[in-house]
């Protein structure tokens, strides 16, 4: 087995402390190459988060009380030490997520990003002075912390959406519990370990893993408690959801960024290799597996064709394999059930007609790897279209006209992104229009970056994570009316 790094954490930063769960129970941490155990965390339950939630609200009375320049210095020095740890870090990320290393330390700078950017963001946090209703009065509106809030993140992006979060959460004053996904807490931890190193107080960060099993009492704990303020919340629409009507008896904030399926759209006047080229890294970054993946290709009529073969040929070039070795395009899926899903999905779609190009089988290499596959002649009937693949498939289908393009681009409940190709500058500006989306991505397929606003509409989520709306959430407004400014005699 690859050797981990120094500072592996392997118990739970809770209060400034490293400790176990009450119950002495764990959970093994595996990596989904090879099925191998890295190690085991602790399986944290209701009290445990109980605990972690009293310790971050004693420490919210000190950390909120600083002054933004304070709490941005911590910040800056954990970005930077995220930055010398990178490549310890980013083979971490790989062991228990499977991305190649390439793609983890592009994350580990993506993750330090909102550090940096939040850090700076936090010193803006601008209230108002608004003019009176009466002339005895004056109005000022500032932007309060809201106390102990929550971070439930998923395992596709064990780092970045851990920073997405905590980063506005603790720029605004707050302090936070974050709970993990089950199969990737050692990038949190490790996180947690760094912030402990740069001198993030105790209390204002603290992590509490757990499995399947305890994910529900951990949230219950979360939500039940009239401490927590807000949960943050990046995984399914389902659970997202949940979470909010949960969320709703004693009215706990939330912010949801949930599943999407985005519509990739290549007009017949774009850029044909910039499409190859975007479309590549929108479907196969991370094997697939993101929210924000190209899950339906809309390629018009006339390019069809040529367009497919193309992609086939890249297809095929990616090498499949460990995300350790030495040039991997892709790594395996997380686990038994994405792989499942996968197949699933593409078995229902030939089943009703779609035609497998190249891939469509789990990968020799075994265990959860799937090979790089493009399917044409999708249609509405097919679960793939509606559902999110999460796996190395692009699905195509062809499209006569602009008007059907879009059509086919809103038909889904989702909203979080859609992409097209085209060089036709009114074009452009229609279609970014038409789009039902929260982001859209015009000639390219990375749209993801710390400055600018991340989130969907409809079943996609509510709420926007990064750029300068980021920290919104994390804030209230105060509005205090200061009367009795008499005139003076
Ligand atoms: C996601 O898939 O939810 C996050 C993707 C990103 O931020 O790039």
Redesign the pocket.
């Known amino acids: 087995m690859a050797q981990l790094p120094e500072f592996l954490k392997t118990e739970c930063l809770v209060g400034g402390r490293w400790v176990s769960a009450n119950s002495g129970d764990r959970l093994d941490v595996l990596d989904p190459a090879t099925g191998d155990v890295l190690a085991s965390v602790p399986r944290m339950g209701a009290a445990d988060t109980r605990d972690a939630i009293d310790k971050a609200q004693i420490a919210h009375e000190e950390w909120s009380s600083r002054t933004a320049a304070d709490r941005a210095d911590v910040l800056h020095r954990w970005a930077a030490a995220m930055r010398a740890d990178a490549d310890d870090l980013a083979r971490l990320m790989t062991l228990e997520q499977g991305k190649p290393f390439s793609e983890s330390l592009v994350e580990i700078e993506?993750a330090a990003s909102f550090f940096s950017w939040f850090a700076e963001e936090g010193r803006r946090l601008y209230g108002d002075i608004i003019p009176p209703h009466r002339p005895d009065a004056r109005i000022l509106v500032t932007r309060n912390s809201l106390g102990v809030v929550g971070g439930i993140t998923?395992w596709?992006?064990p780092s970045?959406?851990v920073t997405?979060k905590a980063a506005p959460a603790l720029a605004a004053g707050n302090c936070m519990v974050l709970k993990p996904a089950e199969a990737t807490p050692l990038s949190a931890l490790a996180i947690a370990a760094l912030g402990e190193r740069v001198g993030v107080p105790p209390g204002v960060f603290n992590v509490v893993t757990g499995g399947r099993e305890e994910a529900p009492s951990i949230g219950k704990a979360l939500i039940d408690s009239p401490v927590v303020r807000k949960i943050g919340f990046?995984g399914s629409t389902a659970v997202g959801k949940q979470l909010m009507r949960d969320c709703a008896s004693d009215l706990t904030k939330v912010s949801l960024?949930l599943g999407?399926n985005a519509a990739f759209i290549v007009f017949d006047d774009a850029d044909i290799d910039a499409a190859l080229e975007g479309v590549q890294i929108c479907k196969f970054r991370n094997a697939g597996q993101?929210?924000?993946?190209a899950n339906r290709i809309l390629v018009q009529e006339s390019i069809h064709d040529k367009f497919v073969e193309a992609l086939c040929a890249r297809a095929q070039e990616i090498k499949v394999g460990h995300g350790l070795e030495q040039d991997t395009g892709q790594g395996p899926l997380i686990d038994a059930r994405g792989l499942e899903k996968v197949e699933r999905l593409v078995s229902d779609a030939t089943e009703k007609g779609a035609r497998i190009h190249i891939g469509g089988r789990p990968h020799g290499a075994g265990g959860t790897f799937f090979e790089p596959t493009v399917m044409t002649g999708i249609t509405p009937a097919m679960d793939i279209s509606h559902e999110e693949v999460f796996g190395p498939v692009a699905a195509i289908t062809s499209f006569k006209d602009e008007r059907s393009a879009i059509g086919m681009a809103n038909d889904t409940p989702y909203g979080l992104a859609g992409y097209f190709y085209s060089r036709d500058v009114g074009r452009i500006f229609r279609v970014a229009d038409a789009l039902n989306t929260g982001i859209v991505g015009v000639n390219t397929g990375l749209?993801?970056t710390e400055v600018a606003p991340?989130g969907g509409v409809k079943e996609s989520g509510i709420g926007r994570e990064g750029s300068k709306y980021g920290i919104e959430d994390w804030t209230e407004l105060k509005y205090i009316c200061l009367a009795g400014l008499e005139a003076a005699a």
């Open positions: 993506y998923p596709n992006f970045a959406m997405r990046t960024e999407g993101t929210c924000i993946a749209i993801s991340f």
